[in-house]
């Protein structure tokens, strides 16, 4: 298990990082599925909990990027009063941000931008990349400095 420390919004264009609110984010992905008791009989049927594993996976996978990588990057996420949120958000030490949502769907929609919008919008210029992996197999550009991205880009094609 791992703590993910929230970014909330303290006023216009100013955000700060909460300790008291972290998610709680489990690391194994196959662990995960296991308790599910997950089969790909219930995945073709309903993804709604293949998506809670989908975004474990995604999780395990960004953390071995942030932790083996040359920078120093920490992992955050995003959730307001308003219930817009961004599974996770990464932020380098120059206090520059990305922004990944996770789907479990082949498609998207402007609903699935929400959070990352906010983001963008709270975060100024500091909001540098939005991402919304999903499973598809298209990259498209989905509006200013946010983009769709096949789950497998995570790990190179």
């Not at 194994?28 to 309903?46: A, N, P, R, Y």
């Not at 990057?73 to 949502?101: C, H, M, S, T, W």
């Not at 991402?131 to 769709?148: K, Q």
Request: aromatic residues 10%; proline residues 2%.
């Amino acid at each position: 298990m791992y703590l993910l420390k929230r970014i909330e919004i303290w006023s216009s264009n100013r955000l700060g990082r909460i300790v008291k609110t972290p998610k709680l984010q489990f690391i194994d992905s196959g662990l995960l599925s296991t308790l599910f008791d997950l089969s790909t009989d219930e995945i073709k049927q309903d993804r709604t909990r293949f998506g809670n594993a989908l975004e474990t996976f995604v999780f395990s996978e960004l953390l071995k990027h942030t932790t083996t990588s040359e920078g120093n990057y920490r992992l955050l996420y995003y959730r307001d009063a308003d219930k817009f949120k961004v599974d996770f958000v990464i932020e380098n030490a120059q206090g520059n941000l990305v922004g990944v949502e996770v789907k479990a769907s082949a498609t998207v929609s402007q609903k699935d931008l929400k959070g990352l919008k906010k983001l963008a919008s709270l975060a100024g210029n500091r909001f540098k990349i939005g991402l919304l992996s999903y499973d598809g197999t298209e990259t498209m550009p989905l509006g200013e400095n946010i983009w769709a991205a096949p789950l497998s880009s995570l790990w190179g094609q």
